[in-house]
């Protein structure tokens, strides 16, 4: 056993249940793991169902790669070892929040599908909902809003997903979304239909 964590005793047989929190807040906590290429819309989409849900009332939190990569997981590089523990952190906050009761949205390249089934384990696979934003490369490479993808072609960032990395696309999805042939209001709309009955004690 790791001796640093020999004199560890958690507390959470006296801290108050996720069903007191579930309760108080009217809903129930569920993670949304979005999942795609670089570029593909999964912060776009995230935002505006954070928006959406905020507006029906829902408490909800997002967890977004470059925000995540510049605060908690600032001292990450990106070595496998590295994108490893960059998911397993946010998975483990993410379990937090759902069993405070929160809706939490996270949008992550998360590239393998061990690396989405890790995230999924620590959430609790029934909380877990992945998304996966299947937007076609050519229109992710063409929106290349942060220049990533230029950059990849030049050799200037190496192991890139979708250029000099590989992405894995999840075998059964909750959710599909390609936002090269869907709006953002019909994205948000599929998305409701799949989270609200799962977050509502009334339906």
Sequence with gaps: MNENVT?????????????????????RGRMVWFTGLSGSGKSTLAIALEREL??????????????I?????NNLGFSEEDRI?????????????????IVTLAAFISPSIAIRQMAARIVGEQDFLEVYVSTPLETCER????????????????????????????????????TSVL?????????????????????
Excluded: W
């Excluded at 905020?54 to 925000?67: E, K, T, V």
């Excluded at 994205?187 to 004690?201: C, M, Y």
């Design 7 to 27: 004199h560890i005793y958690p507390i959470f047989d006296r801290m108050l249940t996720r069903t007191d929190k579930e309760t108080l807040l009217g809903q």
């Design 54 to 67: 905020h507006r029906r009332g829902i408490l909800c939190r997002i967890l977004d790669g470059d925000n």
């Design 69 to 73: 990569r510049s605060g908690i997981n």
């Design 85 to 101: 523990e960059n998911i397993r952190r946010i998975a483990e906050i993410g379990r937090l929040f759902v069993d405070t009761g």
């Design 143 to 178: 929106r290349d809003v942060k220049g990533l993808y230029a950059k990849a072609r030049r050799g200037e960032i190496r192991q890139f997903t979708g250029i000099s990395a590989p992405f894995e696309a999840p075998e059964h999805p909750a959710l599909r979304l390609d």
């Design 183 to 203: 709006s953002v209001e019909q994205s948000v709309a599929r998305l409701l239909e799949l989270l609200l009955p799962k977050i509502n004690p009334t339906i």
